[in-house]
């Protein structure tokens, strides 16, 4: 290989490295790195780690139909809010 085929090859990896490093930084920019998503009973749910919460979508994710927060581990979880009117429990 010749000096201009290399030069060119880390210029690509360069490149393509630093892509792939604002394509992460967009998605921790926004909040989400903490976020885990979770599927139980046919709902979507996800838990925010950084604050402990989970939220809990109907099986449509139209609505949040449970927010819950964890305060310690082993000990039960909290009901922030939930709306009984789409029957959670179902």
């Given at each position: 290989m010749n000096k201009m085929?290399?030069?060119?090859?880390?210029?690509?990896?360069?490149?393509?490295?630093?892509?792939?490093?604002?394509?992460?930084?967009?998605?921790?920019?926004k909040s989400y790195a903490s976020i885990v998503p979770f599927v139980t009973n046919n709902r979507v749910g996800f838990f925010d780690q950084s604050y402990g919460r989970f939220y809990v979508y109907?099986?449509?994710?139209?609505?949040?139909?449970?927010?819950?927060?964890?305060?310690?581990?082993?000990?039960?979880?909290?009901?922030?809010s939930s709306n009984p009117a789409n029957n959670f429990y179902q």
């Open positions: 085929t290399i030069f060119l090859l880390i210029i690509i990896m360069a490149l393509s490295f630093s892509l792939g490093m604002t394509i992460q930084s967009k998605a921790q920019d109907d099986s449509n994710i139209a609505n949040c139909v449970f927010v819950g927060q964890i305060d310690s581990l082993g000990q039960p979880i909290s009901v922030v």
